[in-house]
């Protein structure tokens, strides 16, 4: 594994104020607190770019996501050579208040056209409807827990999700207090890209814990996972295992071409995708476990079940920058997508 070097990265701080008691249960229903806890971030020293091996030394300096400024690390983290990740290009939008409220989806695909008018990369203002393709067939399943509707697609012998999970509810599901997220903690971003969550999270480590396995996972641990984990998908989808993504690769021509066939036709701040199959992945960035939000406009990371060791487990990495897509070595308080596979 080569050894290149980490970014500085800002902290967050502070957290949202809230001014009454539906406010308050809102937020704890997962992403509204920025802040850590000893159990979400142990033995973390540094927020860097996904992929990093937590155990090994820094190196030399690697170029950030933000076109304001370069960021140096000071993390002793080094990156794993299996999933180096530059920044996007410049001109990416930073997070904002999505600018008009639509009542239903067909009047959002109305508009699609005056919000993709003269788009050159990512802008959260575009709904999530602007970014699938046209040209698809797409399902649909509703989650049940929150009645949630989501667009499905079959991609070979499997039947994906179209779109990123974005399930919240901390009373039902305890595990997603503090673990999970929106981008820039921003409620009305979540709409667009769905959530990000721990690896713990995603595995739902505390339902495998209470389930009478005895399996204690997260970071700093090792555990033996059964061969199809629910996590935090609904009843009859599971997290995809690192073989269910590489079959997923070779379904659509190999891993080589799969970031193309993969990624949307359009918010990539260069690199746009072909989308031919339906899997409208949005290039969402990701969260560092020191609380920073990264690379939007210019990656989709999603988790695996698949553990590698007791800080790390398997990511899958999608770049503006590369038509193809690959397993990534990736810190287990890293926020990621979570996209769910029908069992």
Same mark, same amino acid.
């Given at each position: 594994m080569s050894r290149v070097g980490m970014k500085k990265i800002k902290m967050l701080r502070g957290c949202v104020a809230t001014a009454s008691v539906f406010s308050f249960?809102?937020?704890?229903?997962?992403?509204?607190d920025s802040s850590t806890s000893s159990d979400d971030?142990?033995?973390s020293s540094s927020s860097v770019i996904p992929g990093i091996d937590p155990e090994s030394s820094s190196g030399s300096a690697q170029s950030s996501s933000s076109k304001d400024e370069l960021?140096?690390?000071s993390s002793g983290k080094d990156e794993s050579s299996s999933s180096s990740r530059h920044s996007p290009?410049? *001109? %990416?939008?930073? =997070?904002?208040?999505? *600018? %008009?409220?639509? =009542?239903s989806s067909s009047s959002v695909e109305q508009n699609c056209s005056a919000f993709l008018d003269g788009e050159t990369g990512w802008s959260w203002n575009v709904p999530k409807e602007c970014r699938f393709n046209p040209d698809i067939d797409y399902g649909t399943m509703t989650d049940p827990r929150d009645n949630k509707v989501y667009k499905t697609i079959k991609i070979g012998d499997q039947v994906w999700m179209a779109e990123n999970l974005n399930y919240s509810d901390s009373v039902k599901t305890p595990i997603l207090l503090k673990r999970c997220w929106c981008y820039n903690n921003r409620t009305e971003n979540c709409a667009v890209a769905g959530r990000f969550?721990?690896?713990?999270?995603?595995?739902?480590?505390v339902a495998l814990y209470d389930g009478g396995n005895g399996v204690?996972?997260?970071?700093?641990?090792?555990?033996?996972?059964?061969?199809?984990?629910?996590?935090?998908?609904p009843d009859g989808w599971h997290l995809p295992t690192e073989t269910e993504w590489e079959s997923l690769f070779k379904a659509v021509g190999g891993s080589s071409t799969a970031g193309s066939m993969l990624k949307s036709t359009s918010g990539w701040n260069g690199g746009n995708g072909k989308d031919a199959f339906g899997f409208s992945a949005l290039p969402t960035g990701y969260r560092g476990y020191y609380g920073d939000y990264s690379f939007e406009g210019g990656g989709a990371y999603f988790w695996s079940s698949t553990e590698i060791e007791s800080g790390n487990a398997n990511g899958i990495s999608l770049r503006y920058d590369e038509g193809s897509a690959s397993l990534s070595t990736d810190n287990k308080d890293f926020g990621l997508s979570v996209r769910c596979l029908q069992d």
């Open positions: 249960l809102f937020l704890a229903a997962c992403d509204g971030f142990s033995d960021k140096s690390s290009l410049d *001109g %990416e939008s930073s =997070s904002s208040s999505i *600018g %008009e409220v639509v =009542s969550y721990t690896w713990a999270a995603a595995i739902d480590s204690d996972c997260g970071y700093g641990k090792t555990c033996t996972l059964p061969t199809k984990v629910q996590g935090i998908c």
